[in-house]
């Protein structure tokens, strides 16, 4: 399947802001998760900022996951 989008990489962070809000944040429809007028790296950043922190430590994990492939394929 396709891969999680990483956080390092600018032309994917909007993609992976929108992801994590949809795995992380509760919600029953897209407006829980932002609002109309707002973007998802926006949301994305209000919510991490509130967020509790054992969310934060997965998403740091998340990425080291990534920076540690990254390394075996050097």
Do not use: A
Request: net charge positive.
């Amino acid at each position: 399947g396709p891969k999680m989008p990483r956080r390092d990489q600018e032309f994917v962070y909007p993609k992976y802001c929108r992801l994590m809000l949809i795995l992380f944040k509760p919600w029953r429809s897209v407006s829980d998760l932002k609002q109309k007028e707002q973007s998802w790296t926006d949301s994305f950043e209000k919510f991490r900022r509130t967020c509790d922190e054992k969310i934060i430590s997965i998403l740091n994990n998340m990425q080291i996951l990534h920076e540690c492939k990254d390394s075996c394929d050097d």
